[in-house]
């Protein structure tokens, strides 16, 4: 008997890519021997209610059918549940997707879902000023990307897609003042720093590798700070990020760790799984191994863009 699962769809990720993929998602699952049953999203916070009604209907799995805010919320309603999350990716960045070598084809990530292995990841704990606690998977960041992330929530129409972040991003760039940040990983001072990044996944941003090696799995929080005071900083930390030389940069820095508080002496946008997360100050800690995530079985050959 294969796998019953429960689809849960944000029907506007990835410029509705979500809905386009839908149908052969699921033609496909069922082809593979699973059962599905769907529900969409509405509004923020759908996804966490729904996976958590999940936890007792007899459910072998929950496949969140959008970007990495919709992973989060499932993941957050499924906590302590032992049921995996699937991934269908289709929103803009798909960082856990990416990490994971999960197809992007809706064929693919069917059979990852009917027929893959579970695989066991780290998780972290965030807590910030007016957000409360939410699980994450992939990063968190304070600083400028959080700034960054407000500002795309608040502009963020039916259909959003790499450019809908162009116009968010290039108002925030105008405004924002680079305030200082101070960062102790496992209760250590780190070096200075206007941004902070906690990797749990290595991909950033869809394409970005800010960090090499890091693995959500490793046991252990990876961080990229980065000392800008200008904003002609940003693009060249991007450059550097793709081509993956942001380490060489002199005002660039690196920690690794089980727990991350980030303060500052005024709020700083806080921003987790590219969702916004209140403001500083933030606190992260590692949580080794609780989570599950169905991946292809070894062997398997996925499609990732």
Same mark, same amino acid.
């Given at each position: 008997?294969?796998?019953?699962?429960?689809?849960?769809?944000?029907?506007?990720?990835?410029?509705?890519?979500?809905?386009?993929?839908?149908? +052969?998602?699921?033609?496909?699952? +069922?082809?593979?021997?699973?059962?599905?049953?769907?529900?969409?999203?509405?509004?923020?916070?759908?996804?966490?209610?729904?996976?958590?009604?999940?936890?007792?209907?007899?459910?072998?799995?929950?496949?969140?059918?959008?970007? @990495?805010?919709?992973?989060?919320?499932?993941?957050?309603?499924?906590?302590?549940?032992?049921?995996?999350?699937?991934?269908?990716?289709?929103?803009?960045?798909?960082?856990?997707? +990416?990490?994971?070598?999960?197809?992007?084809?809706?064929?693919?990530?069917?059979?990852?879902?009917?027929?893959?292995?579970?695989?066991?990841? @780290? &998780?972290?704990?965030?807590?910030?000023?007016?957000?409360?606690?939410?699980?994450? #998977?992939?990063?968190?960041?304070?600083?400028?990307?959080?700034?960054?992330?407000?500002?795309?929530?608040?502009?963020?129409?039916?259909? #959003?897609?790499?450019?809908?972040?162009?116009?968010?991003?290039?108002?925030?760039?105008?405004?924002?003042?680079?305030?200082?940040?101070?960062?102790?990983?496992?209760?250590?001072?780190?070096?200075?720093? &206007?941004?902070?990044?906690? #990797?749990?996944?290595?991909?950033?941003?869809?394409?970005?590798? #800010?960090?090499?090696?890091?693995?959500?799995?490793?046991?252990?929080?990876?961080?990229?700070?980065? *000392?800008?005071?200008?904003?002609?900083?940003?693009?060249?930390?991007?450059?550097?990020?793709?081509?993956?030389?942001?380490?060489?940069?002199? *005002?660039?820095?690196?920690?690794?760790?089980?727990?991350?508080?980030? %303060?500052? @002496?005024?709020?700083?946008?806080?921003?987790?799984?590219?969702?916004?997360?209140?403001?500083?100050?933030? %606190?992260?800690?590692?949580?080794?191994?609780?989570?599950?995530?169905?991946? /292809?079985? /070894?062997?398997?050959?996925? %499609?990732?863009?």
């Amino acid at each position: 008997m294969g796998r019953r699962v429960l689809v849960v769809v944000n029907p506007v990720s990835g410029r509705r890519r979500a809905l386009r993929s839908l149908p +052969r998602f699921l033609d496909a699952l +069922r082809a593979a021997g699973g059962r599905a049953e769907e529900f969409r999203t509405a509004a923020a916070g759908d996804a966490t209610r729904a996976a958590s009604g999940a936890r007792g209907g007899g459910f072998d799995a929950v496949v969140a059918v959008g970007g @990495d805010g919709t992973v989060n919320e499932v993941l957050n309603g499924l906590d302590g549940s032992g049921i995996p999350v699937g991934i269908l990716p289709a929103g803009t960045a798909n960082v856990l997707a +990416r990490d994971l070598g999960i197809p992007f084809d809706a064929e693919g990530a069917a059979r990852t879902v009917a027929l893959g292995t579970v695989r066991h990841l @780290d &998780t972290a704990e965030a807590t910030a000023a007016g957000a409360g606690r939410r699980r994450l #998977l992939c990063n968190a960041g304070a600083g400028l990307d959080g700034a960054v992330v407000a500002a795309v929530a608040r502009a963020r129409g039916a259909s #959003l897609g790499f450019r809908g972040w162009v116009a968010p991003l290039w108002r925030t760039l105008g405004e924002y003042r680079f305030p200082p940040l101070r960062v102790t990983v496992d209760g250590v001072p780190a070096a200075p720093c &206007t941004q902070a990044v906690i #990797l749990n996944a290595g991909h950033y941003g869809g394409l970005f590798d #800010l960090l090499p090696g890091v693995s959500p799995d490793d046991g252990a929080l990876d961080l990229c700070l980065l *000392d800008a005071r200008r904003r002609r900083s940003f693009f060249r930390y991007l450059w550097a990020a793709r081509r993956g030389t942001l380490a060489l940069h002199g *005002d660039a820095s690196s920690a690794r760790g089980r727990s991350v508080r980030v %303060e500052s @002496d005024g709020p700083v946008p806080v921003q987790v799984d590219g969702d916004p997360f209140g403001t500083t100050p933030l %606190e992260v800690v590692l949580n080794p191994a609780s989570a599950q995530v169905l991946v /292809p079985s /070894p062997g398997a050959t996925p %499609e990732v863009p």
